[in-house]
C-alpha cells in the first residue's frame, strides 16, 4: 500500500505539474488537451506547443529517486487480465491516457500505433488506458466500454487497451487534470522521469520515444549496477 500511495502522488503531481506549467505559459485558444467527464475528472487547456516544453522538463525530473508503481490488475477492452508484469521484458512502456470524447486522444491514436510497431524491437512497448469507462458510482459503463472499442478500432490503435480498475483509480488513473496524459516506466514498473499533457504530432512523439528510451536505459542499467 506504501508503494501505491507513493505512485498515486507521483502520478497527481507530474500532471498536475504539467497543467500548471502549460496554463501559464499558453493561450487558451490552442488546445491539445480535452476536458474531462463529470465521473473521471476536471480539467485545464493546454497547447501541443506547451506540451513540448513538459516533455523537456520530464526529461530533466529527479534522477535520484524511482517510484514503483506497484501491484495492481485490471482488464483490457476485451476482458483479458493484466497486471504489473505487463511491463516485464520491455525496456520503457508508454501509458498514454485518454478518453472517449477527446478528439486529441483519437488523432494521435494511429502515430502511436506506428511508433509502437516501430519501437518494439528497441524494447519500447505503448499501452492505452481510457478513464472514462466507469460511472460517477464507480462502476463499469457497459455503453461506455462498447464506445472506447469503437473508437479504438476506428482510430487503427493496435496497441493494448487497459480499462479503468479500482486498482488503477487507486493510483490515480481516473483524476489526471486533462486528458490525454502520458507516464512512462521501464521494465521493473518504476516511473522514468516526469508525465505530461498534452497530444504530440508525429515528430514530437519520436523525440519523446527516443528520450524517454535512454531515460528508461540508463535508470535500469543503475538499477542492475
Known sequence: MTQWKRAMIAVTLAAAFAAMTACAATPAAEESVSQ??????????????????????AAQ???TETTNIGSFTTQTLDGETVDETIFSGHTLTVVNVWATFCGWCVDEMPILSALNEEYAEKGVQVVGVVNDTITADGEEDPEQVALAKDIVA????????????????QLGFASLPAVPATFFFDGDGNMVGQGFLGAKNEEQWRETFDTYLKMAEEQMGESAA
Do not use: F, H, M, R
Not at 474531462?36 to 522538463?57: D, F, I, K, N, R
Open 61 to 63: 525530473g529527479d534522477e
Open 36 to 57: 474531462t467527464a463529470p465521473a473521471s475528472s476536471a480539467v485545464q487547456s493546454e497547447s501541443s506547443a506547451a506540451t513540448e516544453e513538459e516533455s523537456t522538463s
Open 154 to 169: 476506428q482510430g487503427n490503435a493496435t496497441y493494448t487497451q487497459l480499462k479503468l480498475s479500482d486498482d488503477l483509480i
